[in-house]
């Protein structure tokens, strides 16, 4: 299992604003994912990052929109750009994921007003 | 394309009461893998189980079982004599491989599981 930590835990944005999510994990992981949950749905991934690549993002998702770094292996943040208020959330980062299960962080909640 | 589909959006019960959780999923790989996650009201998210395609083996943990059965693309949870602790969001996922050669899951839309004392 890992531990992850993110940060902030919630915030409240003005539109147009850009918010940057911080995700920390306690061990190396080779990669790493972003999920957005939207109030009482499922789970979307947003994308995928892999140190010292670029970002693979799903259908829907692009990198101007969601900038993604993943300076080491402990370490990414995601980048919510030019927010409204369709992008209130929860942003969730995980570690594991492929073949096997997910270790999630507890969540950035967002809220664009 | 790959689909989970948890047809019960919210299911209520009164404590010691048994309770199961469906999940359907579609997929025309052979390779694949399964997993229950738990949301409770704090919001972070708990692997609970894993099942590849090739591990039709069902499973007991405690107050929780699990069935898969190919035969119908199904892999149902099952909490026995329910707790009031039990109250939280489950999400089935389907990992399967990608067109880029990675894993990538899909997960259902959730079960709100709400048990009453």
């Known amino acids: 299992s890992a531990v992850i930590s993110q940060k902030p835990s919630r915030d409240i944005c003005q539109r147009g604003t850009s918010l940057t999510i911080q995700c920390q994990v306690d061990s190396q992981v080779t990669m790493m994912f972003w999920y957005r949950q939207q109030p009482g749905q499922s789970l979307t991934l947003i994308a995928t990052a892999n140190q010292g690549s670029e970002a693979t993002y799903e259908s829907g998702f692009v990198i101007d929109k969601f900038p993604i770094s993943r300076p080491n292996l402990t370490f990414s943040t995601l980048t919510v750009s030019n927010m409204s208020p369709e992008d209130s959330s929860i942003y969730l980062c995980?570690?594991?994921?492929?073949?096997?299960?997910?270790?999630f962080g507890p969540g950035t909640r967002l809220t664009v007003t | 394309a790959q689909k989970v589909t948890q047809a019960q959006t919210e299911i209520s019960v009164v404590e010691k009461e048994d309770v199961t959780l469906d999940c359907v999923y579609e997929?025309?790989?052979?390779?694949?893998?399964l997993f229950w996650y738990k949301q409770p009201p704090s919001g972070e998210l708990v692997f609970l189980i894993r099942?590849?395609?090739?591990?039709?083996q069902n499973e007991i943990s405690g107050r929780y079982s699990w069935n898969f059965q190919k035969s119908t693309s199904s892999f149902n949870f099952t909490i026995t004599a329910s707790q009031v602790v039990d109250s939280a969001v489950y999400f089935c996922?389907?990992?399967?491989?990608?067109?880029?050669?990675?894993?990538?899951?899909?997960f259902g839309r959730g079960t709100s599981l709400i048990v009453h004392p």
């Open positions: 099942r590849n395609s090739f591990d039709e």
């Open positions: 997929t025309r790989d052979t390779t694949y893998y």
């Open positions: 995980s570690v594991g994921g492929g073949k096997y299960e997910q270790y």
């Open positions: 996922a389907l990992s399967t491989l990608s067109s880029g050669g990675s894993y990538i899951p899909t």
